[in-house]
C-alpha cells in the first residue's frame, strides 16, 4: 500500500522557517519525481516545488523561488521541504504527491500558518 505522510507544519511568525517532510512507503521512491503542493482556504491546490528522481533536478513556483528548497533522501525515502523568510501569503495546506508504478499518491497534508 502507498502511504505518503507529512510532518513538520506549524504557526510561524512572517519571516520564520519551517521544514516539511514526507515519508513515502510501498513503491519505489528512488526511481521517482516527487512533489510539494499547497492549498490556502479559497483557493486552488497549486505546485510548489519538483525534484527529480536523483534530486538533480528542482523546480519551484515564481513565488517561493529563493526562499524554499526541495531535497530528498533516497536511503530514507524522504522528500523534504526548507520553507525560510516565510510570508502570511505562505499559509496553506503543503501537500506531498508523487507518480509510481500503482499510480499518483497524495499525502494527507499538513498545515502551515505564518502569522504574528
Known amino acids: 500500500q502507498v502511504q505518503l505522510v507529512e510532518s513538520g507544519g506549524g504557526l510561524v511568525q512572517p519571516g520564520g522557517s519551517l521544514r516539511l517532510s514526507c515519508a513515502a512507503s510501498?513503491?519505489?521512491?528512488?526511481?521517482?519525481?516527487m512533489s510539494w503542493y499547497r492549498q490556502a482556504p479559497g483557493k486552488e491546490r497549486e505546485l510548489v516545488a519538483f525534484?527529480?528522481?536523483?534530486?538533480?533536478?528542482?523546480k519551484y513556483a515564481d513565488s517561493v523561488k529563493g526562499r524554499f528548497t526541495i531535497s530528498r533522501d533516497n536511503h530514507k525515502n524522504t522528500v523534504y521541504l526548507q520553507m525560510n523568510d516565510l510570508k502570511p501569503e505562505d499559509t496553506a495546506v503543503y501537500y506531498c504527491?508523487?507518480?509510481?508504478?500503482?499510480?499518483?499518491?497524495w499525502g494527507q497534508g499538513t498545515q502551515v500558518t505564518v502569522s504574528s
Open positions: 504527491y508523487g507518480i509510481n508504478e500503482y499510480g499518483a499518491s
Open positions: 510501498g513503491f519505489t521512491f528512488s526511481n521517482y519525481g
Open positions: 525534484i527529480t528522481s536523483t534530486g538533480v533536478g528542482t
